[in-house]
């Protein structure tokens, strides 16, 4: 049996949200997703200053932008289900920020790989624990990580910088381990540190959670998707 059919067969499709310890723990994810949105949007507003032209500004400006629609939606969604949107995300301030505050940019070309590869394993570790939540609450989790272009920008930003500058290419790809690195223990911390949202990841028997060799092998997929980035980008991993 694969790995994906693995993780299908330990998904809990039917879990209700009439269910109070499902519920938190759902609000518990929209609220850590929501407080990354949100600090996302707030860190490329900051980079787009750093930019070297009007259109890479322009650009960045345009990501920050849809960092904060997707904020926004995660904010309703958790007003509809009944929770306050800040303190729903008022756990999850402290893992964040701490990452943030340990990989702060020296300038736009880092800013733009740490939004592409360091969001990028957050963004991959959410998806991971959409495998084992309600159908709705999978589909906005994954509408709100759509791709809107920012990939596309941030590896033809960078492969034009490596171009005009080689030297470049052995600095950023420092900068991309150490991010690896960084977002991998954050996922971690936001993954472990409140109950709830632990037990979707590591439920009781029959709950739908994942076993520890699940747990082994979705971290060891975070990190194949940052090499793959790393890759992309003209970056050694």
Not at 58 to 85: N, Q, T, V, Y
Not at 127 to 153: C, P, S
Request: hydrophobic share 45%; no cysteine; glycine share 8%.
């Amino acid at each position: 049996m694969s790995d994906a059919e693995g993780r299908v067969q330990r998904r809990q499709p039917d879990r209700d949200l009439s269910d109070s310890a499902y519920r938190a723990a759902v609000v518990d994810l929209l609220g850590a997703l929501a407080y990354g949105e949100l600090r996302a949007f707030s860190q490329l507003a900051r980079d787009s200053e750093l930019a070297p032209t009007l259109g890479h500004k322009s650009a960045i400006a345009l990501l920050a932008a849809h960092e904060l629609r997707s904020f926004r939606l995660l904010r309703e969604r958790l007003a509809d289900l009944g929770a306050d949107p800040q303190e729903a995300m008022q756990p999850f301030v402290e893992a964040v920020d701490a990452f943030h505050t340990r990989t702060t940019a020296n300038d736009w070309l880092e800013g733009l790989v740490k939004a592409y590869v360091g969001d990028g394993i957050a963004q991959d570790f959410y998806r991971e624990i959409a495998n084992y939540v309600d159908e709705d609450t999978k589909a906005l989790v994954l509408a709100v990580l759509e791709d809107q272009g920012q990939a596309d920008f941030a590896v033809s930003a960078v492969r034009q910088a490596i171009t005009e500058d080689a030297r470049v290419a052995g600095r950023l790809a420092l900068w991309g381990r150490r991010l690896v690195g960084e977002a991998i223990t954050q996922a971690q911390r936001v993954g472990v540190e409140r109950d709830a949202l632990a037990g979707l990841l590591v439920g009781a028997p029959g709950s739908g959670g994942a076993d520890l060799a699940e747990l082994g092998r979705m971290f060891v997929r975070l990190t194949d998707k940052h090499t793959e980035r790393m890759e992309r980008l003209g970056l050694s991993a």
